[in-house]
């Protein structure tokens, strides 16, 4: 992962990342068939786990739309500050994939957006979001989240905290929840 995000998926040779690991070339062949596959590996683990992970904040949170989103937001956040260099790598390097990794990716990125999507169209039938473009509105919340891997820093302004709190309160703000009904 340092390799790819330091250079690059194409600019990373075999050779980088078995120096990387302090492993040899041929250590790395035996796990891995190929540096396409090392990239597929950490993009559809890292998504599975995202979406794993975002279910369940979902599915603990209640039935509140805005229960639901505050949790979806601080776990979708989280995993991006948590895991920035599986976030970044997943952010640029989907191009390095064939088809058959491609696929993946893209199934499981469909599948989270499912789950942001649900949440907001649940907060707009039941009234408690006020957004009237419910797909776009789950979409701008996801890809908000997203980006926080690319500036968050440990040793910045805000604790990771701090900002996992400021983008659910944005996250909410997009959805058009009541002020008074964000507490």
């Known amino acids: 992962?340092?390799?790819?995000?330091?250079?690059?998926?194409?600019?990373?040779?075999?050779?980088?990342?078995?120096?990387?690991?302090?492993?040899?070339?041929?250590?790395?062949?035996?796990?891995?068939?190929?540096?396409?596959?090392?990239?597929?590996?950490?993009?559809?683990?890292?998504l599975r786990d995202s979406v794993t992970s975002t279910r369940a904040a979902v599915l603990d949170a209640g039935s509140s739309a805005t229960a639901q989103l505050r949790a979806l937001v601080a776990s979708w956040v989280g995993l991006h500050i948590g895991r920035q260099p599986e976030a970044l790598i997943g952010a640029s390097e989907l191009r390095g994939l064939d088809e058959s990794g491609r696929t993946a990716v893209d199934t499981l990125r469909r599948e989270q957006a499912r789950i942001f999507y649900g949440v907001v169209e649940h907060g707009v039938r039941t009234g408690e979001f006020r957004t009237a473009f419910p797909r776009e509105c789950a979409r701008g919340i996801a890809a908000m989240g997203a980006a926080v891997a690319s500036w968050y820093e440990d040793d910045g302004t805000l604790s990771r905290d701090e900002v996992i709190e400021r983008m659910v309160q944005l996250s909410l703000d997009a959805a058009g929840v009541e002020p008074d009904a964000t507490n």
């Open 1 to 46: 992962m340092e390799q790819f995000c330091a250079q690059g998926f194409h600019a990373t040779s075999m050779r980088d990342i078995a120096g990387g690991a302090g492993m040899t070339v041929a250590s790395i062949y035996h796990h891995f068939s190929s540096k396409q596959r090392i990239l597929e590996e950490i993009m559809v683990s890292s």
